[in-house]
């Protein structure tokens, strides 16, 4: 396995799809150039997976909240 196809696979992991990761690819093949833009791109992956976090630490608050109440009824 080569470094390309190493990157691809931790891009996959990060949650890029597979039109995502080509286009990084295409980038990073493009030289240094292209860092501004394949900044950009991680600096929206990083944003949209907090606001993900986010979303799921308010469910999780809400559960507990409610196992809460139920266990303070007894």
Excluded at 36 to 58: F, G, M, Q, S, Y
Aim: with cysteine.
């Amino acid at each position: 396995m080569d470094d390309l196809d190493k990157l691809a696979g931790q891009l996959g992991e990060m949650g890029f799809s597979k039109q995502e990761t080509a286009y990084y690819l295409k980038l990073l093949t493009a030289g240094e150039g292209s860092d501004p833009e394949r900044l950009r791109i991680l600096c929206e992956k990083r944003t949209a997976v907090l606001d993900e976090i986010h979303r799921l630490e308010h469910r999780i608050i809400s559960m507990d909240t409610l196992r809460n109440e139920i266990r303070n009824k007894r």
